[in-house]
């Protein structure tokens, strides 16, 4: 079990923030090292389970793309995806610790965007998304969670898009969450009925020779 001081705390905490005096490398290491004590330590992790870090966690994600100058420069990008990514993966540990925060993260995102990332993020930002959305759908956080998913026209192919991502741990995840929705609410057997791409990859489970799926 880890023990962390508050003024530690503090400072991981300070130096995510966009506006911070450090630079992206600081923040970088900041976001790394809170991925990895949620990742590992479920009390030092509950220390960072606050409006305050996800609000900062999110900015990070949500920051706008590179200038143009900039983006020439392979290196800066390359660096930016790679605290993103560290931003959404402890985003996710975070929702682990405390599903409540996920109505937050969600609704800060938005549906839509949310669903995109889904389909278009690099697969640990789309494992980590799944997660989220798993952990909320278990534990029942957010009560309006499935009228706006029924709502969203990219949910649902987005989600089929997943059944077939190269990743067996997120084609197994992507599996749960059918799982979860069907219980949640019949409605959706009779969305997926005609989705044909849904039915194959159920046929090719079947034959899934990994214990995970």
């Excluded at 983006?71 to 540990?93: D, F, I, N, P, Y």
């Excluded at 949310?114 to 534990?139: D, H, K, S, W």
């Amino acid at each position: 079990m880890w023990e962390l001081t508050n003024e530690a705390i503090q400072v991981i905490v300070r130096n995510l923030r966009i506006d911070s005096e450090g630079d992206e490398v600081v923040r970088f290491y900041a976001c790394k090292t809170l991925e990895n004590i949620c990742a590992q330590s479920n009390s030092a992790g509950h220390k960072f389970t606050t409006l305050e870090t996800i609000n900062y966690l999110l900015g990070i994600f949500q920051q706008p793309a590179l200038p143009p100058n900039a983006q020439q420069r392979v290196g800066a990008l390359e660096a930016r995806v790679s605290l993103q990514t560290s931003a959404a993966v402890a985003l996710s540990h975070i929702c682990r610790l405390n599903s409540q925060l996920f109505p937050t993260i969600f609704e800060r995102i938005t549906p839509k965007v949310y669903c995109q990332t889904l389909a278009e993020g690099t697969p640990r930002v789309q494992q980590a998304f799944i997660t989220m959305l798993n952990l909320a759908l278990i534990a029942n956080v957010f009560g309006k969670l499935n009228e706006i998913l029924l709502a969203e026209c990219s949910f649902l192919p987005s989600l089929v898009k997943l059944n077939e991502h190269q990743s067996i741990v997120i084609r197994g995840k992507c599996l749960l969450t059918f799982l979860l929705l069907f219980k949640l609410d019949f409605r959706w057997m009779s969305v997926v009925q005609n989705q044909v791409k849904f039915f194959n990859m159920l046929d090719r489970v079947l034959r899934d020779n990994y214990k995970y799926v």
